[in-house]
T-cell receptor, first 112, second 114 residues
Framework: GEDVEQSLFLSVREGDSSVINCTYT??????LYWYKQEPGAGLQLLTY?????DMKQDQRLTVLLNKKDKHLSLRIADTQTGDSAIYFC????????????FGRGTSLIVHP | DGGITQSPKYLFRKEGQNVTLSCEQN?????MYWYRQDPGQGLRLIYY???????QKGDIAEGYSVSREKKESFPLTVTSAQKNPTAFYLC?????????????FGEGSRLTVL
């Protein structure tokens, strides 16, 4: 089965908050990431969180980590049409040479 | 500006032909990676290289080959043995002494087999 799972689609109205969820199976995961991919482009790192943290906030982005449930979420406040993209959850460990395992990606569609 | 350059952006090939995708980086990163992306499937690792003249197979290496003769370059050849090569290919790099494991990606190359 997949090591990292996330739902495939999320649709929100402009100005609302978006919450994208992710679960992972590797209890030794040290780093958890959110990458953003705009249409026809490569991925860009949005934010990351260490496994010894519960929360990280960066402007409109809030990452929550529940290590017990192996659940990661990304909240985007005041979602804009420019936030429409695919969001990938990923995890890695230093023991695995940091090579991340990616989820399938969540397509966020923001309606005006 | 530093970054990763992939070329060509779009490529068409006939069945039975080999094709090589270029990936060049000027970030002075030690490690480089090739991923394949199919709709709804996320990213799957094809090959990676952590040092010049050395590379390892990823999860889906069959039908692909790579070389790493220079630190800056990590070309991927899609051979005729790859049964379903139509996909979006992404090259990435990572700093050697990383403490975050951040990957830096190129803009991708879309290969279509006719």
């Amino acid at each position: 089965g997949e090591d990292v799972e996330q739902s495939l689609f999320l649709s929100v109205r402009e100005g609302d908050s978006s919450v994208i969820n992710c679960t992972y199976t590797d209890s030794s995961s040290t780093y958890l990431y959110w990458y953003k991919q705009e249409p026809g482009a490569g991925l860009q790192l949005l934010t990351y969180i260490f496994s010894n943290m519960d929360m990280k906030q960066d402007q409109r982005l809030t990452v929550l980590l529940n290590k017990k449930d192996k659940h990661l979420s990304l909240r985007i406040a005041d979602t804009q049409t420019g936030d429409s993209a695919i969001y990938f959850c990923a995890e890695s460990t230093p023991g695995g040479s940091y090579i991340p395992t990616f989820g399938r990606g969540t397509s966020l569609i923001v309606h005006p | 500006d530093g970054g990763i350059t992939q070329s060509p952006k779009y490529l068409f090939r006939k069945e039975g032909q080999n094709v090589t995708l270029s990936c060049e980086q000027n970030l002075n990163h030690d490690a480089m990676y090739w991923y394949r992306q199919d709709p709804g499937q996320g990213l799957r690792l094809i090959y990676y290289s952590q040092i010049v003249n050395d590379f390892q197979k990823g999860d889906i290496a069959e039908g692909y080959s790579v070389s790493r003769e220079k630190k800056e370059s990590f070309p991927l050849t899609v051979t005729s043995a790859q049964k379903n090569p139509t996909a979006f290919y992404l090259c990435a790099s990572m700093r050697g002494q990383t403490n975050t494991g951040e990957l830096f990606f190129g803009e991708g190359s879309r290969l279509t087999v006719l």
